[in-house]
């Protein structure tokens, strides 16, 4: 029995010990002893090493950085024992040609647009190859027009406006980093009828208010600029030419005009010190508190003032994306892929954003191939992916995904994937079967700061934060876990990197694991000083957090590998679809209450006498009321998902208990039936507008981009009062949760049979 | 039945109408009439008129102008017929003879501590009289040392800066305005080992975070400060050297140095331009998110780099402080005294602050002059008093209280003050037993803007609040109380105006009533600029808040004067002390479950596992448990007076509706009864450690100032974890209660007697 990971906990914590979840204990000890091992093979100082080299030079797409990057990391995975290739495909990539702003009125102001070097930072000097600060899928145009502050540019910023009788029609509008996908941005602006978009880092968020900027410390310098995507990617990821299907080099791609995700207004990314003198000309009401930012300026939400011209000029063109994919092939179940990815391209140089989290997983990739050289072999195969395109749109990842669908489809049992590298917290999300699994990883990893499990630290931080802060929402119910539970609450993943091909598109179990939330990425955040430079002063100086994501990538996949059972835990499952429901009837029932006194409020008069008569007020419109939902459906799966959960779960105990007595059809069964659950899931007409979006737990929002929307049919047609959709995707929700069941029944009647048979 | 006041409410507002409340219905419309006959005395020409003159010089306490305003004031009162006088205190009035700041490294830099004039602002330019921005009642001092910046100088972020492992012990703070009353931040950076102290204001409170700036916005410009007294009033306020008794001009002064109220350490007041380069210097941490101000810096909380030099020396002497005391004599029940004041004194011209209440104070005094000169005498005698001295300490109404303590005990009914009053809506605290009555008031006097009455725009302004920001505290139990009811709620009073000594040392039943929360005081709040020009552009430029003010306090005065009965309801006042009740229970219930909470945190090294390495943190200090408290006699003192109440209000109403037929012995004896009903609720021993603040309901908090905590003695001793004066206070509380409603019960019964004897 010596195969138990104790949880180091205090008091605070239920008292709890894991084993090693789908190991009988005979060989669980083995499997421990291997994970020793592979930690033997884990160096920081390699980390170090392919972290300088990967960043030394821009690495975006069609980059020659790029491409040696590539190179570099498929020679690598051979040397290591790897069956490695490069996967090439031609995506359409914009890049900029002309790009100009300036103020015409009241004064003249034209716009720096521009990252200056800094001595203390070795990259910011590499200009060859670097492209400027732009958004990536925004229109081309040349736009003049007043402007309109829009706060963070999200849905209740424009209610807000409303209310003050502004329409940004014909304007063009300045908004904040923030509060929501960057892409709704401008996606919002246009559906308001704004011509043009500009999108600005302020102070308050991520500049001298946050900390000592850059290089004093690690803030934004008042002359960082945030790239980023804004491809419509709510509605499809990927190369937005082709939809849904692979950029392999003899694709056909659609003319831009039909790109439904490439947007239609001209959008810009600037510093805070290019949009000061911009904001400080506005005229129009002064902004409500929230829309306040650390600029030393008064801040108006115009329209009046400033009178502004943009313009932009891209050049559109396919441009290759290299995937590196490599495979160790299973000994005794090749054709179950356990898949592991994270992106390689980055903005410029990219040592935070993705290069930290890149080499951690080449880190796993070189001690797993140390370890095959000694003789270990993995029974499942392991598929590791170095992703190019993530940046504009996972493009690599897709384009792949997409690719390859039906053979994911047979293959696939999971993805699990990181990005962003950094000292702090394990951040783990993903297909909540895996909670249990995840939490057992995590206590078996030691922290490299406290000496205790990165769980305990993680609870740590949970239970600590919401006793400071008075938790709510997602944070109040991790809190409540935490307290009940022994191991880690799951983040349900919404989008924001490479997982959303696997998880929301092809239905495939998925996570999502990095460190982090001890860090001062955000000053620099796809800016040129996302540097190595900036990272080994304000990231993870030691690689120590480097080499602990590797350490709890490889545990998890060496265990998926070779585990007699697959290690998932259903309960835990149907408690989060519990919640989820929950929610969503918890939302209907809070709209149908706000609506009502809404109502009320309107009838008498009530907005207008509390409005200050010197200004203009426009009254909330007044909506229809919400009628009973019929949630039946919901209710009932998740009642019967719940009995067939907890029974599935005994038999699973109960089979590792009796040594899981399988016979190799019944492990094939057995597994092809547990790697099919999370696509029982989806639903091939995905959600509304966005078919690509197949997965009826876990979505993007279209509204949050990259926050997720549990239940997202149900819920997002609620939000939308669109009562008649919110019903239809109640019978949707309850038909894939009684495929989930379904599955959970005969998943336990094979278990059942391996518990009873010696 | 004419006599009745429609609430012009909408659906959303129950369906009320409201009596006269203590007039018979024969007498009601009488009444009715008389108002209307005041109103059309009151014109907002005079008020303007009066303003212009007031404030067009320096008139703090010893300024020639303030003796020139007190005698114009009585020569008024006494034109309209009143019977006035001036009574003179020698108060001890420190004002200051040398100020100085400077910061000494790490660069030099000298802090202007002065107010510029601005064109567009007339009296801005006046020198003459006009003292430098100072707090009045710190000490003198040399000091020199580091600076730490301490937030808001609150206990909360003492325990902040102790987590950083930060002490203040021979440092100079420097903390924002806001958050707490001004007095405490000196007070407990001293209490911390702080040697001096520097508040400044913070631009995102009251400059151009909020606004844009004086002259061409009404918010605070940066070299604009504000000014304040410092005595630790929340120990007992008046002149700090006669503690409880009047400052009359043969009254002996403690020395200073025996003086509780007077600080130990020297504190300055700053502006944002003068605080900006000593922030700038800072090292240390960065200061936590609610600590950060909308300087364009990164905010460090010290110590290190900044160090600075701080010299204040002031003039102690004796001053004349003029209160103006007029008397409208009543014709049947002259012995009764109803109050009506407002402070006189400004900062420097203090349009805003007081002047703008002190107008429609005198516009009171003419109409009813005017009605009197036509025939109409009070039934009980009107008392209006013009405070000086209220800015360093409620000098005027304190002293003058202090000095009739006994002949106030005798006669006053009432004490009603207003200050500061502009544009917007009716802000109503005081005494719940009068809850009912301010609602009739405000039901009958019309808004200026929209035409409703002030009642219903401001039963809109709460629940629109309500349902836009998700109300909390109080703000929540307002909205209830206007969801529920057709009235509005009273608040509770702390302290920050003259009512203090009438409601809190003298146990006097009191109402504070002004109008506001459309205007951009806080801009100029203390500051030279508070002055005529700007008043008439970011105040109340027609003057119709000012006549509204008059019409509300003048209705409230003659009500008062001529009623039947006096217009008390008593459920009102028992539900007040039933939440109090519910709230001290669920602090204790909250500070047993944080506590043990913060053990189990403990005991599991949470906090240091949660926390970055790499910075200092200091865990929190282990607090004992909780217990249980005895809670007992308060409630069931509570349950006691609910039923009384009950049964007073009903006897009360069916008195009414059989025309009071009192005597004119049992009117003496019932009007008795109700006076010193409030004074019930006061307790000579008073509150640990101010035996001054004697009411045992309603306490300015010794931590908040100006903030009220209600049932002080027990909150504060629960805050204060000091459990065995928590349940002293219970039985003091839980008697006082049973004092008023001894007097309930007589009241109910002469009142039963009333209604059955016709």
Redesign the interface.
């Known amino acids: 029995m010596a195969a138990l990971v104790a949880l180091a906990?205090?008091?605070?914590?239920p008292a709890a010990e894991f084993t090693v979840l789908g190991f009988t204990s005979e060989r669980a000890a083995a499997q421990l002893k291997l994970e020793s091992e592979y930690d033997k093979h884990l160096d920081a100082a390699d980390l170090r090493t392919w972290l300088e080299r990967m960043s030394a030079e821009p690495n975006h797409v069609g980059a020659p950085h790029n491409k040696a990057n590539a190179e570099f990391t498929l020679e690598l995975f051979k040397a290591w024992g790897w069956d490695a290739r490069i996967e090439t495909f031609m995506v359409m990539y914009p890049t900029p040609k002309k790009m100009f702003l300036e103020m015409t009125g009241p004064v003249k102001f034209t716009a720096k647009l521009h990252e200056p070097a800094i001595p203390e930072d070795r990259t910011s000097g590499v200009t060859k190859d670097a492209l400027p600060p732009y958004h990536g899928y925004g229109a081309d145009g040349d736009v003049s027009g007043e402007l309109v502050y829009v706060n963070r540019g999200m849905p209740d910023d424009y209610k807000e406006l409303a209310h003050h009788g502004i329409s940004v029609k014909g304007k063009i509008v300045i908004a904040r980093y923030g509060g929501g996908w960057r892409g709704l941005k401008p996606k919002l602006a246009y559906e308001h009828g704004a011509i043009g978009c500009i999108v600005y880092s302020d102070?308050a968020d991520d500049g001298?208010?946050?900390?000592?900027?850059y290089p004093k410390?690690g803030?934004r310098p008042s002359d960082g600029v945030q790239r980023g995507s804004v491809a419509d990617m709510p509605v499809y990821p990927g190369d937005p030419t082709t939809p849904g299907y692979g950029s392999t080099p003899d694709a056909k791609h659609l003319p831009i005009s039909e790109a439904k995700t490439i947007l239609k207004i001209p959008v810009m990314p600037i510093s805070y010190a290019d949009a000061q003198p911009l904001l400080a000309a506005l005229d129009g009401p002064?902004a409500p508190?929230n829309w306040?930012g650390?600029?030393?300026?008064?801040?108006h939400m115009g329209p009046g003032g400033a009178k502004v011209h943009l313009t932009i000029e891209s050049d559109w063109k396919l441009t290759p994306c290299y995937d590196v994919i490599a495979f160790m092939r299973g000994s005794e179940l090749p054709d179950e892929w356990l898949m592991r990815g994270n992106h390689r391209d980055g903005w410029v140089f990219g040592a935070w954003d993705p290069l930290s989290g890149h080499v951690a997983m080449m880190a796993e990739a070189k001690a797993i191939g140390a370890l095959v050289k000694t003789g270990w072999k993995p029974k499942r195969t392991l598929v590791y992916c170095s992703w190019d395109g993530e940046e504009t749109g996972l493009l690599g990842s897709t384009e792949w995904g997409e690719t390859h669908a039906e053979e994911l489809s047979k293959k696939a049992v999971l993805y699990i994937n990181s990005d962003t590298n950094t000292r702090?917290f394990l951040g783990a999300a993903g297909s909540h079967s895996l909670q249990t699994f995840v939490s057992e990883i995590a206590a078996s990893v030691r922290d490299p700061?406290?000496g205790?499990s990165v769980l305990?630290?993680l609870?740590?931080?949970i239970?600590?934060?919401a006793?400071k802060k008075g938790a709510e929402g997602d944070e109040k119910a991790d809190a409540k876990f935490a307290a009940a539970n022994p191991g880690l609450p799951l983040g349900a993943l919404g989008s924001g990197s490479d997982f959303t091909p696997f998880l929301q598109h092809l239905g495939i179990t998925t996570l999502s694991l990095e460190y982090g939330g001890?860090d001062m990425q955000a000053g620099v955040y796809h800016s040129i000083y996302d540097s190595f430079d900036h990272y080994v002063r304000f990231g993870d100086p030691q690689f120590a957090y480097g080499v602990a994501l590797a350490q709890t990538v490889g545990r998890a996949m060496m265990r998926l590998a070779d585990a007699d059972v697959l290690p998932m835990r259903f309960v835990d499952f149907s408690n989060a679809v519990e919640r989820y429901s929950d929610e969503v009837h918890k939302l209907a029932d809070a709209m149908r209450e706000?609506t009502a006194?809404?109502s009320?409020?309107l009838?008498?008069?009530?907005?207008?006498?509390?409005a200050?008569?010197?200004l203009t007020y426009v009254s909330p419109e007044r909506d229809a009321a919400v009628p009973f939902l019929n949630f039946t459906a919901l209710d009932n799966s998740t009642l019967r998902l719940k009995s067939s959960a907890l029974a599935c779960d005994a038999a699973f105990t109960k089979a590792m208990a009796a040594g899981a007595q399988l016979t190799a059809a019944q492990r094939t069964e057995l597994d092809a039936l547990m790697s099919g659950l999370e696509h029982s899931l989806t639903n091939d007409a995905g959600l509304p507008g966005r078919e690509w979006f197949k997965h009826m737990i876990y979505a993007p929002g279209l509204l949050t981009g990259y926050g997720v929307k549990t239940l997202p049919g149900i819920r997002e047609a609620i939000e939308k009062r669109d009562w008649s959709v919110a019903e239809h995707f109640v019978i949707v929700a309850g038909t894939s949760l009684d495929d989930y069941r379904d599955r959970l029944d005969k998943i336990a009647k094979i278990l059942e049979a391996a518990a009873t048979k010696n």
């Open positions: 906990a205090g008091p605070l914590l102070p001298y208010s946050t900390g000592d900027v410390g803030s002064v508190a306040r650390a600029l030393p300026i008064t801040y702090g700061q406290t205790v305990e630290r609870r740590a931080k239970l600590v934060d006793a001890e706000s006194q809404n009320r409020l009838d008498a008069k009530a907005y207008q006498l509390a200050d008569p010197t």
